[in-house]
T-cell receptor
Framework: QKEVEQNSGPLSVPEGAIASLNCTYS??????FFWYRQYSGKSPELIMS????GDKEDGRFTAQLNKASQYVSLLIRDSQPSDSATYLCAVKAETSYGKLTFGQGTILTVHP | EAGVTQFPSHSVIEKGQTVTLRCDPI?????LYWYRRVMGKEIKFLLHFVKESKQDESGMPNNRFLAERTGGTYSTLKVQPAELEDSGVYFC????????????????FGEGSRLTVL
């Protein structure tokens, strides 16, 4: 079993729709959860972080965390073609001093 | 402000040769990390420097890999001798100093060095 699992996609949504990206993790000691966005050939860029159960909103992005279910998601509202990228879920264990465990990433395509 | 810079952006070498990758972190970032993504797999942690000291090198695959961070500034990752399975994209990242338990998670990544071993 992978430590952090994501559907690799590709996930295709029309412009203006809500894109829903999901991630599950196996280590119950995980404390911090992150979503990175990576455009092709570019560096991963942090877009959301979440540490406690519930929802966290930032503009068009909402991260959701459920530690009991070991599940974290990212919702992108009003999706734009510029949101087309690979979205990486990353997890940090409580004992980890900065080491992140990444999922394989979900490729998102937003078509006009 | 300059971001994390890595070079070369792409290196093609033959099996058995040596390659050295370089990373310049964001100025003032004490923490420097190396990660690697092999084709079709997830990005995996290799090691973590705090200034010039290795904080965690649990992800280094074997002793063919040597990472250094002289003077706590830039870092190099040497692969010697390179094997076919070493092909992939090597990412460097850096972050500000943090106290244990107070880490924000914001790693600033470089664009990666793509290594192809033939």
């Amino acid at each position: 079993q992978k430590e952090v699992e994501q559907n690799s996609g590709p996930l295709s949504v029309p412009e203006g729709a809500i894109a829903s990206l999901n991630c599950t993790y196996s280590d119950r000691g995980s404390q911090s959860f992150f979503w990175y966005r990576q455009y092709s050939g570019k560096s991963p860029e942090l877009i959301m972080s979440i540490y406690s159960n519930g929802d966290k909103e930032d503009g068009r992005f909402t991260a959701q965390l459920n530690k009991a279910s070991q599940y974290v998601s990212l919702l992108i509202r009003d999706s734009q073609p510029s949101d087309s990228a690979t979205y990486l879920c990353a997890v940090k264990a409580e004992t980890s001093y900065g080491k992140l465990t990444f999922g394989q990433g979900t490729i998102l395509t937003v078509h006009p | 402000e300059a971001g994390v810079t890595q070079f070369p952006s792409h290196s093609v070498i033959e099996k058995g040769q040596t390659v050295t990758l370089r990373c310049d972190p964001i100025s003032g970032h004490d923490n420097l990390y190396w990660y690697r993504r092999v084709m079709g797999k997830e990005i995996k942690f290799l090691l973590h420097f705090v200034k010039e000291s290795k904080q965690d090198e649990s992800g280094m695959p074997n002793n063919r890999f040597l990472a250094e961070r002289t003077g706590g500034t830039y870092s190099t990752l040497k692969v010697q001798p390179a094997e076919l399975e070493d092909s992939g994209v090597y990412f460097c990242a850096s972050s500000l100093s943090f106290r244990q338990g107070d880490f924000t998670g914001e790693l600033f990544f470089g664009e990666g060095s793509r290594l192809t071993v033939l």
